[in-house]
């Protein structure tokens, strides 16, 4: 239940963050995110160019319209991963509430689809 609390208020805050952008004017789409691997490949990526322009001492204004690009990336990353985990802390609530009643099918079957999933985030 802890876990399912602190996923849900992470979720909150990044959630925020994706809304705020919605209030401005879109023209850039970035790559989509499709599938959780493919959200999960993208914001390591996006994040790894990221991190290479940031540590510059100073940018460009080139460098800057590439931040501004790579950002759009980045949140539709963010914004596939926050749905998958907000269905993957469900799963793992039918795993708790399982093993609470000792259904050790439902355990093992719902286990399964919990670590298929958090697998692609953390191997």
Do not use: W
Not at 13 to 21: D, N, Q
Not at 86 to 94: G, I
């Amino acid at each position: 239940m802890r876990l399912k609390i602190f996923v849900c208020t992470a979720l909150l805050s990044l959630s925020t963050a994706v809304l705020a952008h919605s209030d401005r004017p879109d023209h850039f789409e970035g790559l989509p995110a499709n599938t959780l691997t493919e959200a999960v490949q993208n914001f390591s990526a996006y994040n790894a160019k990221l991190a290479e322009l940031v540590a510059l001492d100073s940018l460009t204004p080139h460098q800057l319209h590439e931040v501004h690009q790579l950002t759009y990336t980045l949140e539709n990353a963010l914004e596939k991963m926050q749905a998958e985990l907000a269905e993957l802390a469900e799963v793992l609530e039918e795993v708790h509430v399982a093993s609470e009643h000792s259904d050790g099918a439902k355990v093992k079957a719902r286990g399964q689809v919990y670590l298929d999933t958090a697998r692609k985030l953390v191997p």
